[in-house]
Protein backbone atom coordinates (compact mmCIF):
# COMPACT_ATOMS: atom_id res chain seq x y z
CA UNK A 1 0.00 0.00 0.00
CA UNK A 2 2.84 2.34 0.59
CA UNK A 3 4.60 1.68 -2.91
CA UNK A 4 1.21 2.60 -4.58
CA UNK A 5 0.86 5.95 -2.70
CA UNK A 6 4.51 6.68 -3.17
CA UNK A 7 3.80 5.79 -7.05
CA UNK A 8 0.63 8.09 -7.04
CA UNK A 9 2.30 10.93 -5.67
CA UNK A 10 5.08 10.64 -7.92
CA UNK A 11 2.60 10.66 -10.74
CA UNK A 12 1.04 13.51 -9.41
CA UNK A 13 4.29 15.23 -9.06
CA UNK A 14 5.00 14.50 -12.60
CA UNK A 15 1.55 16.20 -14.10
CA UNK A 16 1.87 19.03 -12.50
CA UNK A 17 5.33 19.66 -13.48
CA UNK A 18 4.20 19.24 -17.28
CA UNK A 19 1.05 21.05 -16.57
CA UNK A 20 3.26 23.92 -16.06
CA UNK A 21 5.97 23.33 -18.80
CA UNK A 22 2.76 23.20 -21.08
CA UNK A 23 1.65 26.86 -20.02
CA UNK A 24 4.80 27.78 -20.85
CA UNK A 25 4.93 26.24 -24.42
CA UNK A 26 1.48 27.49 -24.95
CA UNK A 27 2.55 30.72 -24.23
CA UNK A 28 5.58 31.05 -26.40
CA UNK A 29 3.41 29.28 -29.31
CA UNK A 30 0.71 32.05 -29.10
CA UNK A 31 3.25 34.72 -28.93
CA UNK A 32 4.79 33.68 -32.17
CA UNK A 33 2.07 32.28 -34.13
CA UNK A 34 -1.51 33.22 -32.27
CA UNK A 35 -4.30 34.99 -34.12
CA UNK A 36 -4.18 38.49 -32.47
CA UNK A 37 -7.53 39.18 -34.08
CA UNK A 38 -9.02 36.68 -31.68
CA UNK A 39 -10.25 36.07 -28.06
CA UNK A 40 -8.76 34.67 -25.48
CA UNK A 41 -10.61 31.76 -25.76
CA UNK A 42 -10.09 30.89 -29.20
CA UNK A 43 -6.70 31.19 -29.13
CA UNK A 44 -6.82 28.62 -26.15
CA UNK A 45 -9.63 26.61 -28.63
CA UNK A 46 -7.15 27.05 -31.53
CA UNK A 47 -3.40 26.44 -29.86
CA UNK A 48 -5.32 22.95 -28.08
CA UNK A 49 -6.50 21.77 -31.11
CA UNK A 50 -3.54 23.14 -34.01
CA UNK A 51 -0.61 23.54 -31.66
CA UNK A 52 1.68 21.28 -29.12
CA UNK A 53 -0.54 22.49 -26.25
CA UNK A 54 -3.06 19.51 -27.58
CA UNK A 55 -0.45 16.97 -27.25
CA UNK A 56 0.66 18.47 -23.94
CA UNK A 57 -3.01 17.93 -22.73
CA UNK A 58 -3.17 14.68 -23.50
CA UNK A 59 -0.06 13.57 -21.94
CA UNK A 60 -0.87 15.46 -18.70
CA UNK A 61 -4.22 14.15 -18.78
CA UNK A 62 -2.75 10.58 -19.10
CA UNK A 63 -0.67 11.08 -16.08
CA UNK A 64 -3.35 12.29 -13.85
CA UNK A 65 -5.68 8.97 -14.53
CA UNK A 66 -3.26 7.03 -13.76
CA UNK A 67 -2.50 8.79 -10.96
CA UNK A 68 -6.23 8.76 -10.53
CA UNK A 69 -6.37 4.80 -10.65
CA UNK A 70 -3.57 4.55 -8.11
CA UNK A 71 -4.84 7.18 -5.55
CA UNK A 72 -5.71 5.80 -2.01
CA UNK A 73 -5.75 8.96 -0.29
CA UNK A 74 -8.57 11.30 0.04
CA UNK A 75 -6.43 14.00 -1.15
CA UNK A 76 -5.02 12.57 -4.41
CA UNK A 77 -8.00 12.49 -6.27
CA UNK A 78 -9.04 15.79 -6.79
CA UNK A 79 -5.57 16.67 -7.08
CA UNK A 80 -5.82 14.52 -10.15
CA UNK A 81 -8.30 15.88 -11.53
CA UNK A 82 -6.99 19.80 -10.53
CA UNK A 83 -3.87 19.23 -12.64
CA UNK A 84 -5.20 19.13 -15.96
CA UNK A 85 -8.05 21.70 -15.40
CA UNK A 86 -5.62 23.99 -13.98
CA UNK A 87 -3.62 24.06 -16.56
CA UNK A 88 -6.38 24.57 -19.43
CA UNK A 89 -6.91 27.78 -16.79
CA UNK A 90 -3.04 28.62 -16.86
CA UNK A 91 -3.03 28.34 -20.73
CA UNK A 92 -6.18 30.56 -20.75
CA UNK A 93 -4.77 33.19 -18.57
CA UNK A 94 -1.62 33.43 -19.90
CA UNK A 95 -2.86 33.60 -23.95
CA UNK A 96 -3.66 37.42 -23.78
CA UNK A 97 -0.42 38.31 -22.48
CA UNK A 98 1.12 36.08 -25.10
CA UNK A 99 -1.05 37.53 -28.04
CA UNK A 100 -0.39 41.27 -26.27
CA UNK A 101 3.04 40.65 -26.66
CA UNK A 102 2.89 39.23 -30.48
CA UNK A 103 0.95 43.12 -31.18
CA UNK A 104 3.95 45.08 -29.44
CA UNK A 105 7.04 43.16 -31.57
CA UNK A 106 4.98 42.27 -34.71
CA UNK A 107 2.63 45.20 -35.24
CA UNK A 108 2.49 48.94 -35.37
CA UNK A 109 -0.33 51.26 -34.59
CA UNK A 110 -0.03 52.74 -38.36
CA UNK A 111 0.97 51.53 -41.60
CA UNK A 112 4.91 51.75 -42.21
CA UNK A 113 5.86 52.09 -46.07
CA UNK A 114 8.67 53.47 -46.41
CA UNK A 115 11.78 51.05 -46.20
CA UNK A 116 15.64 51.78 -46.34
CA UNK A 117 17.47 50.75 -49.34
CA UNK A 118 14.48 51.21 -51.32
CA UNK A 119 15.39 52.04 -55.18
CA UNK A 120 13.36 55.07 -57.21
CA UNK A 121 11.03 55.40 -58.04
CA UNK A 122 9.05 53.40 -55.83
CA UNK A 123 11.05 54.61 -53.10
CA UNK A 124 9.06 57.96 -53.71
CA UNK A 125 5.81 56.49 -54.51
CA UNK A 126 6.52 55.08 -50.74
CA UNK A 127 6.76 58.17 -49.37
CA UNK A 128 3.86 59.80 -51.22
CA UNK A 129 1.58 56.57 -49.88
CA UNK A 130 3.28 57.38 -46.20
CA UNK A 131 2.25 61.08 -46.09
CA UNK A 132 -1.44 60.11 -47.03
CA UNK A 133 -0.98 57.29 -44.30
CA UNK A 134 0.10 59.45 -41.43
CA UNK A 135 -2.36 62.54 -42.45
CA UNK A 136 -5.24 60.44 -40.45
CA UNK A 137 -5.55 58.70 -37.33
CA UNK A 138 -5.64 54.88 -37.52
CA UNK A 139 -7.35 52.10 -35.78
CA UNK A 140 -6.31 48.41 -35.10
CA UNK A 141 -2.65 47.16 -35.51
CA UNK A 142 -0.82 46.76 -38.75
CA UNK A 143 1.48 44.05 -39.83
CA UNK A 144 4.68 45.01 -41.64
CA UNK A 145 3.86 43.21 -44.49
CA UNK A 146 1.92 44.03 -47.63
CA UNK A 147 2.31 44.85 -51.22
CA UNK A 148 4.15 48.03 -52.41
CA UNK A 149 4.34 49.68 -55.57
CA UNK A 150 4.58 52.74 -57.44
CA UNK A 151 0.82 52.26 -57.82
CA UNK A 152 0.59 52.71 -54.20
CA UNK A 153 0.87 51.35 -50.85
CA UNK A 154 -1.32 48.53 -49.18
CA UNK A 155 -1.03 47.01 -45.50
CA UNK A 156 -3.70 44.82 -43.33
CA UNK A 157 -4.71 45.90 -40.05
CA UNK A 158 -5.98 43.88 -37.64
CA UNK A 159 -8.50 44.75 -34.33
CA UNK A 160 -7.61 42.20 -31.39
CA UNK A 161 -10.55 40.24 -30.16
CA UNK A 162 -10.91 42.68 -27.29
CA UNK A 163 -11.65 45.14 -29.08
CA UNK A 164 -14.95 45.84 -30.50
CA UNK A 165 -14.62 48.94 -33.19
CA UNK A 166 -16.09 50.05 -36.58
CA UNK A 167 -13.00 50.70 -38.35
CA UNK A 168 -15.21 52.06 -41.68
CA UNK A 169 -17.22 54.05 -39.12
CA UNK A 170 -14.02 55.58 -38.25
CA UNK A 171 -12.54 56.14 -41.76
CA UNK A 172 -15.74 57.38 -42.58
CA UNK A 173 -15.04 60.29 -40.43
CA UNK A 174 -11.26 60.46 -40.46
CA UNK A 175 -10.61 61.03 -43.76
CA UNK A 176 -13.30 64.08 -44.33
CA UNK A 177 -11.91 65.92 -41.16
CA UNK A 178 -8.48 65.70 -42.95
CA UNK A 179 -9.21 67.38 -45.60
CA UNK A 180 -9.84 64.21 -47.68
CA UNK A 181 -12.97 63.58 -50.35
CA UNK A 182 -15.17 60.28 -49.76
CA UNK A 183 -15.72 59.11 -53.57
CA UNK A 184 -17.08 55.95 -53.07
CA UNK A 185 -18.48 53.98 -50.43
CA UNK A 186 -20.45 50.52 -50.25
CA UNK A 187 -20.68 49.88 -46.30
CA UNK A 188 -17.41 47.12 -47.03
CA UNK A 189 -15.36 49.02 -49.00
CA UNK A 190 -14.27 53.11 -49.27
CA UNK A 191 -11.89 55.53 -51.48
CA UNK A 192 -11.36 58.80 -51.46
CA UNK A 193 -9.12 61.33 -52.99
CA UNK A 194 -7.11 64.18 -51.90
CA UNK A 195 -4.28 66.75 -54.14
CA UNK A 196 -3.43 63.68 -56.50
CA UNK A 197 -4.33 61.17 -54.21
CA UNK A 198 -5.89 58.05 -53.57
CA UNK A 199 -6.96 56.63 -50.09
CA UNK A 200 -8.96 53.10 -49.72
CA UNK A 201 -10.26 50.80 -47.06
CA UNK A 202 -11.87 47.38 -47.56
CA UNK A 203 -13.26 45.35 -44.47
CA UNK A 204 -12.01 41.81 -43.52
CA UNK A 205 -12.87 39.31 -40.90
CA UNK A 206 -11.12 40.33 -37.68
CA UNK A 207 -9.60 43.75 -39.53
CA UNK A 208 -9.04 44.79 -42.78
CA UNK A 209 -7.06 46.77 -45.97
CA UNK A 210 -5.65 49.76 -46.17
CA UNK A 211 -4.13 51.66 -49.55
CA UNK A 212 -2.88 55.01 -50.36
CA UNK A 213 -1.29 56.08 -53.41
CA UNK A 214 -1.53 57.82 -56.70
CA UNK A 215 -5.15 58.59 -58.19
CA UNK A 216 -3.61 59.22 -61.67
CA UNK A 217 -4.97 55.94 -62.22
CA UNK A 218 -8.82 54.99 -61.03
CA UNK A 219 -7.49 51.45 -61.33
CA UNK A 220 -5.02 52.07 -58.46
CA UNK A 221 -6.33 50.52 -55.22
CA UNK A 222 -6.81 47.68 -53.27
CA UNK A 223 -5.64 44.91 -55.52
CA UNK A 224 -4.68 41.87 -53.47
CA UNK A 225 -7.95 42.31 -50.90
CA UNK A 226 -8.29 40.14 -47.76
CA UNK A 227 -7.51 36.55 -48.69
CA UNK A 228 -3.94 37.37 -49.93
CA UNK A 229 -2.57 38.97 -46.69
Known amino acids: MTGRVVSAAVLLVIGAALALLAVLVHYEFMRIYGDVSGTAFEGLTWGVTAGPSGLALGLVAIVAVIGLVLSTRWWMRPTAVAIPVLMLLGMLAVT ?3 LGQKLEVQFDSAPQCVIEGTDEPMATADRESQRAFDSISHVGDFSGGGVSGVGG ?3 RF ?6 NLDAMRHYRLALPAA ?3 VVEDDGRRLRAQREGLAFEVMLCPGGGVVWAGSDDDLANGIRMGCDQH
Request: charged share 25%; glycine share 14%; aromatic share 6%.
Open 153 to 155: CER
Open 96 to 98: PAA
Open 179 to 181: GWE
Open 158 to 163: VLSGDV
